[in-house]
């Protein structure tokens, strides 16, 4: 009866009922729309309906499916928010970094920061793309911007974390500066930092989709406007829809292993606590 009850509140049982509360929602929804006048057809169509189309053969643009034509448009907007979630994360690690070390540089710094952060992604979008002319340039700064706000947050919040007689232990025993953020500042602020991470990323990989809805070139953002517009079928919508989702749900997940196999310890200590 204890094992019973240790299955039905683990984690993965939890996550199996909100899918499966999900999917009834979704086919009660879909259900009531199918009964419905509408156009076009099917713009709520049946789970299986959607991955069903996911295994067409159907061409959509004369060479490519429906799948094909996401997942080629996915890999532009995922090489994009990456190379703007590394950026990001660098440049809000160092600024972590900075004002841990200076406090007037964590008094000039923040309350800037918070200002950026507030300012809408569709607003920022157009002056970024004015200054770079580029915009490619503009989508990858972009993803940066939304990338080093949680990272140097949540990673000053670890370096503060870090008790003052440990620091002053450390410099009674002459280590350096450098060394104090080796041994004691960086491994106890990692936990801090990939939660930022696991803030960021899927954040990086929503603005590049939300900029490229303004501008073509590619990405599925550009991919999301056609088919809204309806230049081609409503699965390709609705095909973006749930690869956007996944790929979301994987960036975290990732931040998330990252962080077991740079952190080991952490899980071990956590072990050894519920012992």
Not at 231 to 236: D, P, Q
């Given at each position: 009866m204890g094992k019973i009850k240790k299955v039905l509140s683990s984690s993965k049982m939890v996550t199996v009922v909100w899918v499966l509360g999900f999917i009834a929602v979704w086919e009660i929804g879909a259900t009531i729309v199918g009964f419905t006048k509408r156009t076009p057809e099917n713009?709520?169509?049946?789970?299986?309906?959607i991955f069903g189309s996911m295994f067409s053969t159907k061409l959509i643009n004369g060479s490519q499916t429906a799948l094909q034509l996401?997942?080629?448009?996915?890999?532009?907007?995922?090489?994009?928010?990456?190379?703007?979630?590394?950026?990001?994360?660098?440049?809000g690690f160092l600024?972590?970094?900075l004002m841990s070390r200076f406090k007037i540089v964590e008094k000039t710094i923040f309350p800037y920061l918070m200002i950026i952060q507030m300012i809408p992604?569709?607003?920022m979008a157009p002056i970024i793309l004015a200054i770079t002319k580029d915009i490619d340039q503009s989508r990858i700064i972009i993803a940066a911007i939304l990338t080093f706000y949680p990272v140097a947050t949540n990673t000053l919040a670890g370096f503060k974390s870090v008790e003052k007689e440990k620091q002053d232990l450390m410099y009674s025993l002459a280590a350096s500066r450098y060394q104090i953020y080796k041994k004691l500042l960086l491994p106890t602020?990692?936990?801090y930092l990939f939660s930022g991470l696991k803030i960021a990323a899927p954040m990086a990989i929503?603005?590049?989709?939300?900029?490229?809805?303004?501008?073509?070139?590619?990405?599925?953002?550009?991919l999301l406007s056609q088919s809204l517009k309806h230049a081609m079928?409503?699965?390709?919508?609705?095909?973006?829809?749930?690869?956007?989702?996944?790929i979301?749900?994987?960036?975290?997940?990732?931040?998330?292993?990252?962080?077991?196999?740079t952190s080991p310890y952490a899980k071990n200590k956590k072990k050894g606590e519920i012992k």
């Amino acid at each position: 009866m204890g094992k019973i009850k240790k299955v039905l509140s683990s984690s993965k049982m939890v996550t199996v009922v909100w899918v499966l509360g999900f999917i009834a929602v979704w086919e009660i929804g879909a259900t009531i729309v199918g009964f419905t006048k509408r156009t076009p057809e099917n713009v709520l169509p049946h789970i299986y309906q959607i991955f069903g189309s996911m295994f067409s053969t159907k061409l959509i643009n004369g060479s490519q499916t429906a799948l094909q034509l996401v997942l080629s448009n996915a890999g532009v907007t995922l090489l994009r928010a990456g190379i703007g979630l590394v950026i990001g994360a660098a440049i809000g690690f160092l600024l972590a970094v900075l004002m841990s070390r200076f406090k007037i540089v964590e008094k000039t710094i923040f309350p800037y920061l918070m200002i950026i952060q507030m300012i809408p992604i569709l607003g920022m979008a157009p002056i970024i793309l004015a200054i770079t002319k580029d915009i490619d340039q503009s989508r990858i700064i972009i993803a940066a911007i939304l990338t080093f706000y949680p990272v140097a947050t949540n990673t000053l919040a670890g370096f503060k974390s870090v008790e003052k007689e440990k620091q002053d232990l450390m410099y009674s025993l002459a280590a350096s500066r450098y060394q104090i953020y080796k041994k004691l500042l960086l491994p106890t602020s990692l936990p801090y930092l990939f939660s930022g991470l696991k803030i960021a990323a899927p954040m990086a990989i929503t603005a590049s989709i939300l900029v490229d809805t303004l501008q073509g070139s590619g990405g599925l953002g550009t991919l999301l406007s056609q088919s809204l517009k309806h230049a081609m079928s409503i699965y390709v919508f609705w095909q973006i829809v749930f690869v956007s989702a996944a790929i979301g749900i994987l960036s975290y997940n990732l931040m998330s292993l990252l962080e077991k196999i740079t952190s080991p310890y952490a899980k071990n200590k956590k072990k050894g606590e519920i012992k």
